[in-house]
């Protein structure tokens, strides 16, 4: 099953409620946060996720572009990710490997993060216990890039270590995600969606939604 994943970095913060209200028609709320080391950016941190816990029910896919996340991966557990991704490339792989542990201890979804110049075999030492393999489709730090098609390969790549796991993985991809490359995307076997601008940028956002699931019928049954 295809899952969208609006990312409410794209969405007005002072109506986070109303865009939130928005985007009932998604599977899961894409948070994204950015620490300015890591990404060359800062977005928000832990009182926004807090008071989106409160407001929505609607699972919470939180992607940490931190220095170290395992400084906060118990407490954003705590604060209501559904969803716990960290980056590969954020800390050594010891540590890494030891904050997708303290996420699986807290009884949620772990997963694992590559930008764009990391090869798909980094997963391998995480794939028996994470549930999401994020795969950036841009350099990870801001919204409305464009998408960088040669990911697609790496795409692939990732889903056939996730087939040879025998596990259930999600393949998430994010960045420059649309109506357009959202179907290539899932022919390379992405099953979740993340996109910013294009939903929070449409006129009727339940619509768009619909329609960047819709889009990707007339391609599996061509
Ligand atoms: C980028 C973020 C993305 C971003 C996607 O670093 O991780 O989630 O919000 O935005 P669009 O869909 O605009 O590329
Ligand atoms: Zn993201």
């Given amino acids: 099953m295809i899952k969208i994943a609006p990312s409410i970095l794209s969405a007005d913060f002072c109506h986070l409620g109303a865009d939130l209200d928005s985007i009932k028609a998604a599977d899961l709320v894409h948070v994204d946060v950015m620490d300015g080391v890591f990404v060359p950016n800062i977005s928000f941190g832990a009182p926004i996720l807090e008071s989106i816990r409160k407001y929505t029910d609607m699972p919470l896919d939180v992607h940490l572009m931190v220095e170290r996340p395992i400084r906060f991966c118990e407490r954003y557990c705590r604060l209501g990710a559904d969803t716990l991704v960290v980056h590969h490339e954020s800390d050594t792989q010891e540590n890494i490997s030891a904050s997708i542990d303290i996420i699986k201890s807290m009884e949620k979804r772990a997963g694992i993060a590559l930008k764009p110049s990391t090869m798909a075999s980094a997963i391998i030492p995480y794939l028996d216990r ?82 960047l699931r819709g889009n990707l019928k007339p391609y599996f049954e061509i």
């Avoid at 841009?138 to 464009?146: K, N, R």
């Avoid at 990911?151 to 994010?174: F, N, Y």
Wanted: hydrophobic residues 40%; negative net charge.
């Fill in 130 to 211: 994470i549930d999401v393999v994020l795969v950036m489709t841009v350099e990870p730090g801001f919204g409305g890039q464009s998408f960088m098609t040669d990911m697609l390969t790496k795409v692939s790549e990732v889903k056939k270590l996730v087939e040879a796991s025998g596990r259930d993985i999600d393949i998430e991809v994010d960045g420059g995600v649309n109506l357009r490359t959202a179907p290539l995307c899932c022919a390379h076997g992405a099953n979740v969606l993340v996109n910013g601008t294009g939903v929070f940028e449409a006129a009727d956002r339940e619509k768009y939604i619909e329609e």
